[in-house]
């Protein structure tokens, strides 16, 4: 099982920027699928970000797009989350997750484009981090 660990989370003026990292041990980032997802109080998570195992094909929430650029290394066990622009609504604990596209039943993109925001398909998460937007 792949163990994950966020770091780069903070507090943050309006309009400002961060990248968070999520670096993987206990096996090969490369052949996970890793998605973000963020959490506030009271809520349940919310998908953020995905990129896809081969790195050429991502997805965003409405919410982020334009805004945020996921990419990964997988020569460094690192996935990234490039946060511009930030805005209070982007307060929140952020999570990396990954699953195998062969745990997954149809890994096909216009498949995962239906689903990546479904939580319970993840297999690890890590621990999370916090980013605090506020002035």
Not at 93 to 114: E, I, K, T
Request: proline share 4%; aromatic share 12%; net charge negative.
């Amino acid at each position: 099982q792949l163990q994950l660990v966020e770091s780069g989370g903070g507090l943050v003026h309006p309009g400002g920027s961060l990248r968070l990292s999520c670096v993987a041990s206990g096996g090969t980032l490369a052949s996970y699928t890793v998605a973000w997802f963020r959490q506030v109080p009271g809520s349940g998570r919310e998908g953020v970000s995905w990129i896809g195992q081969r790195g050429d094909i991502t997805f965003y929430a409405n919410s982020v797009e334009g805004r945020f650029t996921v990419s990964r290394d997988d020569a460094l066990n690192t996935a990234y989350l490039q946060m511009k622009n930030l805005e209070p609504e982007d307060t929140a604990v952020y999570y990396c997750a990954v699953v195998r596209d062969v745990d997954f039943p149809d890994p096909r993109p216009h498949v995962w484009q239906s689903f990546w925001t479904a939580d319970f398909l993840y297999k690890s998460w890590g621990q999370g981090t916090q980013v605090t937007v506020s002035s």
